[in-house]
T-cell receptor
Framework: NAGVTQTPKFRILKIGQSMTLQCAQDMNHNYMYWYRQDPGMGLKLIYYSVGAGITDKGEVPNGYNVSRSTTEDFPLRLELAAPSQTSVYFC??????????FGSGTRLTVV | DQQVKQNSPSLSVQEGRISILNCDYTNSMFDYFLWYKKYPAEGPTFLISISSIKDKNEDGRFTVFLNKSAKHLSLHIVPSQPGDSAVYFCAASAKTSYDKVIFGPGTSLSVIP
């Protein structure tokens, strides 16, 4: 039972490049989330989805896009990478009472 | 403007003693509160939660207390163990546990053997 899987674990991007952070869950959870963690700032919600085909903005959506074509996958797209997007990105899912299940994170550096 | 505050960035406690991690919130609409634990290079893991209809919830060595009038909650770990050394995030949501969750900045706990 893999839970929430994020790839890649690490990535270095140049300013202006684009990339997609992958997130997949095998628990049949409807709710999925993308957070970023900056030092001393906790986790900030970027985008979330309540089911396939439905996405919505969180607190810090600028510079990102998401899609949810299946229940399992929730990729996060960075179109024009900026140094301010250097962060650790966490994907999470939720399917019942209690808390989220998080992936192990993607550490992104934009230079 | 942080809606969920953890004013102590770090805390050190001797093994076997009690660890008390504090959290304050500003949004009176929050009605569900959670604590997450995070080890380095891993994602956060859910620890314990409490609904606003309760003032205490206990799970083994972990107890969360909620004081709604003060908009304050705390996590007690008794007895503390070296494996409890991690960053602890307080989180809150305004509707059910399915709604968007707001996280605090975290408190780094070190349990000294």
């Amino acid at each position: 039972n893999a839970g929430v899987t994020q790839t890649p674990k690490f990535r270095i991007l140049k300013i202006g490049q684009s990339m997609t952070l992958q997130c997949a869950q095998d628990m049949n959870h409807n709710y999925m989330y993308w957070y970023r963690q900056d030092p001393g700032m906790g986790l900030k919600l970027i985008y979330y989805s309540v089911g396939a085909g439905i996405t919505d903005k969180g607190e810090v959506p600028n510079g990102y896009n998401v899609s949810r074509s299946t229940t399992e996958d929730f990729p996060l797209r960075l179109e024009l990478a900026a140094p301010s997007q250097t962060s650790v990105y966490f994907c999470a899912s939720q399917g019942g009472s209690g808390g989220y299940t998080f992936g192990s994170g993607t550490r992104l550096t934009v230079v | 403007d942080q809606q969920v505050k953890q004013n102590s960035p770090s805390l050190s406690v001797q093994e076997g003693r009690i660890s008390i991690l504090n959290c304050d919130y500003t949004n009176s609409m929050f009605d569900y509160f959670l604590w997450y634990k995070k080890y380095p290079a891993e994602g956060p893991t859910f620890l314990i939660s409490i609904s606003s209809i309760k003032d205490k919830n206990e799970d083994g060595r972990f107890t969360v207390f909620l004081n709604k009038s003060a908009k304050h909650l705390s996590l007690h770990i008794v007895p503390s163990q070296p494996g409890d050394s991690a960053v602890y995030f307080c989180a809150a949501s305004a509707k059910t546990s399915y709604d968007k969750v707001i996280f605090g900045p975290g408190t780094s706990l070190s349990v000294i053997p």
